[in-house]
C-alpha cells in the first residue's frame, strides 16, 4: 500500500504520546497509582528486603559459588536489574517515583517504536499515530505491563522488528535499536516475551524478504548479530539462570496440562468485544480481558481485516494476529505443537503470546484507519456483524443462565467419565469445573444498571455512530479534533470499563487494588492458588456429586488449615453464603465456628446490613473475626467494626498491608501493623521454634520423595527483617522463597545456617536432598 504523506503527522504523534504521559502523571502528583499499581504490594516489599539485606551485609544478590547468583532475582524482580533502574531509582525519592517513571518512559519507546514500524511497512502517518495509540493505550500494556519485568519489555517486539526493517533497507547502525530492547528486555527477566518477540521477528524476516530485496543469508547475519549481542548484554540474567535451572520450575520442561495455565478458552473471544466480559459472562476465564485494545481501534482493524485489496504486509500482520491468538488457546493444535518444541516447553502460561496478538492488532488498526475513507461497504458489513454479534452473545448469555443447572450436570458428568477413563487430562477437566462453577453466578450478574456495562454500550454506540459518519468527516481538517477524541476515548475505555482507574495508594508498600479488582468476590481465582486438581480428583474418590457441596468442603478445609497455621483454633470463612454443609464440613475438620465472608458488591450496595449481620454472628460466638483485605476499603464498615470492637468477645484485627504474593486473599490474616502481626503469631517464637514441615511433590517431576526435617531455632524479628537458624537432616539445596519473591538458597549439610529474610509472614523451603527433588513448606508453628 503507497505510504500517504500527512503534514504535521510527527507533531500529533508526539501531543499524543505526551498527553497519555500527562492523564497518568495527573493522578501520581495527586498521591494516586495509575493502572494496575496493585503489582507495587508484590514487587515493594522485596526491593524493601534487598535494601536491608544490603545494608546490613548479608546480600543475597550474589553468591561465592561460581556462576552461581540470583536467578530468582534475576527472574523475577529483574527489572532492578536493567541500568535504567539503577539511574532513575537514585534519581527519585525511592521506589515509587521510579517505578511510575519508568513505566513511562518505555511506555514512550513503544509507542515510538509501533509508529516508526508501521510507517516502515507503508502505513500512513495518521493510520502510525492510530496504530502507536492502541497499542500504548490497550488493555494488556496499561494491566499487565505495570509488572517491572514486563514494562521493559515493552517495547521489544515493535523495537525488534522496526531494527531489521531499518537495518535491511536503510542503515546498519538502526541494528543497536533491536541490540537495545532485546538486551535489556532479558535484563529485566521476562526471557518469556523476549523468546516470543525473537520468534515474531524470523517469521516477519521470512515474509519480507522480496521486500527488503537481500539474500537469506544477509538477513540471517544481521538477526544472529542483533540476536548475539542482545545476548551478551542480557548474561547477567541467564548465566545464573542457567546454573540454577533445577532449582526453578520457570526453567524446566512442563507436562502439556501443567503448562496450560492461565491459557485462553475459545468463550475468551467475547473480551475482544466487551472489555470485562466477566460481568456480563462471569462463567469467562478471569483474567483474559486483556485481548481488548479499545472499541474504536478495534472496528478500525475489522475493517482492514474486511479490505479487499490487501498488501503482503497487511496479509502478514492478519496472520499474526491469527498464529499468536491461537497459540494462546488451551490445548489448541498450535498450543500443542509449540508446547513440545525445545524451550517453548518451559512456558507455564500460554496467554503471553496475547502480546503479540496485542502488537499485530494495533498495526491492523493502523490499517484500517488509511481504509476508513474508501470502504463503505465493508463498513456497513462491520456495523451489522458487529450488532450481530454483541445481541448473540446476550442472548447466549441469558439462555445459558436459564439452564445452567442442566449445563453443568452435562458437562460435570462427561468430563468426570471422560477423566476417569484416562481420555483428558486433569487440567481439562478443571477448566470445565470452574466454568461451571461461573454459571452459577450468572443470574446475578445481568445487570444494564452496571456502570461499567452502561459504559461499554455507550462505547460501541459511540464507535458505530463515528463508523457511519466518517465519510463526512475529513482526516486532513479535523486532525485535532479526531485526534483529541480517540486519545481521550481509549482512555476512557481503559480508565473506567476495565476498572483501571487511578486508586488511592492506601499504605507505601501495598495499594489493596489486587482484592478490589478481582480476589474477593465469591469463587473469582478459587481454583487458582491452591489445590487445583486435588479438588477434582477428592470429588471423584469421594463421590460428591454436587459441585457446590464439593466447593464448600474446599472452603471449609482451607479455612481450617489457615487457623492452624495461625494457632488460631476457630477461625473465619470466605465463603459467600454459610450453609449447614459448610458447618457440618467445618465441625469434621475442628473448626467450630465460620463467619462468612459476602462479595464485595454485597459491602458496596448495602454495607449497614452487612455490619449488622457480622456483628450479629460475631455476637453468636467466641469466634476470632479478622477484618478481610476489602472491607478495609470501605470507610463505614472499617469504623463501625471499630466502634463495635469493645462489646465484642472477640479481638478485631485490620488489614492495613496486606500480602497477596504471600497468601491467595482466603488466607488474608495481617493486621494492623507487621510488628504486632508478627508478635502475636509468633509470640512464643523469640527463643526458638520448629517449623512443621508438609512434603509436597514438586510441580515438574514425579518420584518417591524422601522424608525430610528442617530444624528452625533463634528466631528474631526486626522492623526489616526476620533472621534464625536452619538446619537440615538430610544434605539439600534450600530455597526459602517468600512465594514468588526470592529469600534465600544454599547448600546445606547438616550445619546449622543462619538465615536473613524480610519479614513476610509465610515462607515456602525447597529442598532437594541429594538427586531426589521436594517441596517443603512452614504448615503452621508448634508452640
Not at 511510575?100 to 511506555?107: A, R, S
Not at 499515530?129 to 519485568?149: D, E, G, H, K, Y
Not at 452473545?393 to 458428568?413: A, C, E, Q, R
Not at 517449623?691 to 525430610?708: F, L, N, R, Y
Amino acid at each position: 500500500m503507497p505510504e500517504k504523506k500527512h503534514n504535521g503527522t510527527p507533531h500529533y504523534l508526539l501531543f499524543a504520546l505526551i498527553s497519555i504521559s500527562a492523564l497518568f502523571l495527573i493522578p501520581w502528583i495527586a498521591g494516586y497509582g495509575f493502572a494496575d499499581a496493585d503489582s507495587l504490594a508484590f514487587y515493594y516489599p522485596a526491593f524493601s528486603f534487598f535494601h536491608q539485606a544490603i545494608t546490613a551485609h548479608t546480600s543475597t544478590l550474589w553468591s561465592p559459588y561460581l556462576l552461581s547468583g540470583f536467578p530468582l532475582y534475576a527472574d523475577l524482580i529483574g527489572g532492578f536489574l536493567h541500568p535504567l533502574s539503577t539511574v532513575v531509582y537514585g534519581l527519585t525519592n525511592g521506589f515509587l517515583g521510579g517505578y511510575h517513571i519508568l513505566f513511562l518512559i518505555n511506555l514512550l519507546i513503544a509507542g515510538a517504536c509501533t509508529y516508526g514500524l508501521a510507517r516502515a511497512i507503508g502505513i500512513s502517518g495518521l493510520g502510525s499515530w492510530v496504530a502507536a495509540i492502541t497499542f500504548t493505550t490497550s488493555q494488556w500494556v496499561l494491566a499487565r505491563a505495570t509488572i517491572p519485568p514486563v514494562y521493559f519489555t515493552l517495547p521489544v517486539l515493535s523495537g525488534l522488528l522496526l531494527s531489521l526493517e531499518y537495518s535491511y533497507t536503510k542503515s546498519k547502525k538502526w541494528m543497536l535499536l533491536g541490540i537495545y530492547v532485546l538486551g535489556t528486555g532479558l535484563l529485566a527477566g521476562h526471557a518469556q516475551l523476549v523468546l516470543l518477540s525473537l520468534t515474531a521477528a524470523m517469521v516477519w524476516i521470512l515474509f519480507r524478504l522480496k521486500t527488503y530485496r537481500i539474500s537469506i543469508l544477509k538477513a540471517g547475519i544481521i538477526f544472529a548479530t542483533i540476536c548475539a549481542a542482545g545476548l551478551i548484554i542480557g548474561a547477567p540474567y541467564l548465566i545464573p539462570a542457567y546454573h540454577l535451572k533445577q532449582l526453578s520450575e520457570r526453567s524446566i520442561p512442563l507436562s502439556l496440562s501443567l503448562s496450560q495455565q492461565e491459557g485462553l478458552s475459545v468463550f475468551d473471544g467475547i473480551h475482544l468485544f466487551f472489555p470485562s466480559a466477566e460481568l456480563l459472562f462471569p462463567w469467562l476465564s478471569s483474567s483474559e480481558s486483556f485481548l481488548f485494545i479499545g472499541t474504536l481501534p478495534l472496528l478500525l482493524a475489522c475493517l482492514a481485516i474486511c479490505s479487499k485489496q490487501k498488501s503482503p504486509s497487511l496479509k502478514l500482520v492478519i496472520w499474526g494476529v491469527a498464529l499468536s491468538f491461537v497459540a494462546s488457546i488451551l490445548y489448541s493444535p498450535l498450543n500443542i505443537a509449540l508446547h513440545y518444541l525445545p524451550v517453548f516447553n518451559w512456558f507455564r502460561v500460554p496467554s503471553r503470546w496475547l502480546y503479540i496478538t496485542v502488537g499485530f492488532l494495533a498495526l491492523l488498526a493502523g490499517y484500517g484507519a488509511d481504509n476508513l475513507q474508501d470502504r463503505s461497504a465493508s463498513r456497513k458489513k462491520i456495523i451489522q456483524g458487529t450488532i450481530f454479534v454483541i445481541v448473540a452473545l446476550l442472548i447466549g448469555s441469558v439462555v445459558l443462565s436459564l439452564f445452567s443447572d442442566k449445563i453443568i450436570s452435562f458437562v460435570k458428568i462427561l468430563y468426570e467419565r471422560a477423566y476417569i477413563a484416562g481420555i483428558v487430562p486433569i487440567m481439562t477437566t478443571h477448566a470445565w469445573q470452574v466454568l461451571a462453577f461461573f454459571v452459577h453466578t450468572l443470574r446475578n450478574s445481568i445487570s444494564l444498571f452496571n456502570p461499567s456495562i452502561l459504559i461499554t454500550i455507550l462505547s460501541w454506540g459511540a464507535a458505530l455512530w463515528f463508523l457511519k459518519k466518517a465519510p463526512e468527516l475529513s482526516f486532513e481538517k479535523n486532525k485535532r479534533y479526531l485526534s483529541a477524541l480517540i486519545l481521550i476515548g481509549s482512555f476512557i475505555s481503559i480508565t473506567t470499563i476495565t476498572k483501571l482507574a487511578p486508586r488511592k495508594i492506601i499504605t507505601e508498600a501495598s495499594p489493596v487494588v489486587t482484592f478490589l479488582k478481582e480476589n474477593m468476590d465469591p469463587g473469582y481465582r478459587t481454583f487458582s492458588y491452591l489445590g487445583k486438581e486435588a479438588l477434582w480428583e477428592y470429588e471423584i474418590r469421594n463421590k460428591r456429586t454436587n459441585t457446590q457441596e464439593t466447593i464448600e468442603w474446599y472452603h471449609a478445609t482451607l479455612a481450617h488449615n489457615t487457623g492452624q497455621f495461625f494457632g488460631i483454633p476457630q477461625v473465619t470463612g470466605y465463603s459467600s453464603v454459610a450453609t449447614n454443609r459448610q458447618r457440618l464440613f467445618a465441625s469434621e475438620l475442628g473448626t467450630t465456628w465460620m463467619i462468612p465472608l459476602n462479595n464485595q458488591r454485597t459491602i458496596r450496595d448495602n454495607p449497614e446490613k452487612y455490619i449488622s449481620e457480622r456483628i450479629q454472628l460475631l455476637r453468636m460466638g467466641s469466634t476470632q473475626y479478622i477484618i478481610s483485605p476489602y472491607e478495609i476499603i470501605h470507610p463505614l464498615v472499617t469504623e463501625k467494626f471499630r466502634t463495635e470492637s469493645n462489646s465484642l468477645p472477640v479481638r478485631i484485627y485490620e488489614v492495613s498491608q496486606p500480602y497477596p504474593h504471600v497468601f491467595p486473599p482466603e488466607h488474608i490474616i495481617c493486621v494492623a501493623n507487621e510488628k504486632e502481626a508478627l508478635e502475636a503469631i509468633l509470640k512464643t517464637a523469640t527463643s526458638s521454634y520448629v517449623g512443621v514441615i508438609e512434603m509436597e511433590e514438586c510441580p515438574w517431576k514425579t518420584m518417591d520423595q524422601p522424608s525430610a526435617k528442617i530444624n528452625v531455632s533463634n528466631t528474631s524479628i526486626n522492623p526489616g527483617l526476620i533472621s534464625f537458624t536452619v538446619k537440615s537432616e538430610v544434605p539439600a539445596w534450600v530455597i526459602i522463597n517468600e512465594s514468588y519473591l526470592p529469600g534465600w538458597h544454599g547448600y546445606i549439610n547438616g550445619e546449622e545456617t543462619q538465615i536473613h529474610l524480610a519479614n513476610l509472614l509465610f515462607q515456602k523451603i525447597w529442598i532437594l536432598p541429594g538427586t531426589s527433588e521436594v517441596v517443603v513448606r512452614f504448615k503452621g508453628i508448634n508452640q
